[in-house]
């Protein structure tokens, strides 16, 4: 039997894209199963599009005309299927999409969000979570669905939050187990061990009720 082909992913990204550049290694490496067919942005600036060039990433960047969400989305479709993506990652993009562009990758598209959701959905988390006062805290990988950090969560780092974290602090101790999660959970994916069925996240044919959690507590993550 030959070997199937990888899987095409295309990242979106609006900033710095640490977690782009966490896919792409994982995927020039082999250690998932997939290619990054191209990294898109929503504005030209984003540092993201010259580190993925320098990995040999193709880029593309659709600004958005101002509140013109449809022509954004069409432009932005066009874009992507280019590529023909058998994935969509969004990695720090920093735009609401709209449920019929959901709708298109439905149960393909996946998201980074750097709380333990369904807890501190939206911005401002880490600063969030210190208010709290919480003494746990992490990142959430999930698939994309219409209401915003709301689909199925498929995998979760938890860090301790210490005392005397500040918001950086606490942000870069989350970040570096992005950086394990989020390729992880797409290599799920690639692998075909991860699916999206009846509105929820499988893995190895099981149906999740909750998350799966690595816990990075007592590592060096730290
Ligand atoms: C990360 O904190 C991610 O969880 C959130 O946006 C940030 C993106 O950072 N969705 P980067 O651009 O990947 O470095």
Redo the contacts with the bound molecule.
């Keep these: 039997m030959s070997t199937p082909a990888p899987l095409a992913l295309a990242i979106l990204?609006s900033?710095?894209?640490?977690?782009?550049s966490a896919l792409i290694r994982a995927c020039q490496t082999g250690t998932i199963a997939a290619r990054v067919a191209v990294v898109i942005a929503d504005r030209a600036g984003a540092p993201?599009l010259e580190r993925a060039r320098e990995l040999g990433i193709a880029t593309d960047t659709v600004a958005p005309p101002a509140a013109d969400t449809p022509a954004f989305e069409r432009a932005l479709l066009a874009a992507l299927e280019a590529h023909r993506p058998g994935a969509v990652a969004l990695?720090?993009f920093m735009r609401v999409l709209s449920g019929e562009f959901v709708g298109r990758y439905l149960g393909r598209m996946f998201?980074?969000?750097?709380s333990l959701l369904p807890k501190y959905r939206g911005l401002h988390t880490h600063r969030r979570v210190l208010a709290a006062g919480e003494s746990v805290h992490g990142?959430s990988v999930h698939f994309v669905t219409p209401e915003l950090d709301a689909g199925p969560v498929v995998l979760q780092s938890q860090v301790a939050v210490e005392p005397g974290d500040t918001e950086a602090t606490l942000a870069a101790r989350v970040?570096a187990t992005?950086h394990v999660i989020y390729p992880r959970a797409l290599g799920w994916f690639a692998e075909r061990r991860l699916a999206w069925r009846d509105g929820a996240a499988w893995l190895d044919g099981r149906r999740l009720e909750k998350p799966i959690v690595e816990d990075f507590r007592a590592t060096a993550c730290r």
């Design positions: 990204i900033g710095r894209g640490s977690n782009m993201g990695a720090g998201n980074i969000h750097p990142a970040l992005e």
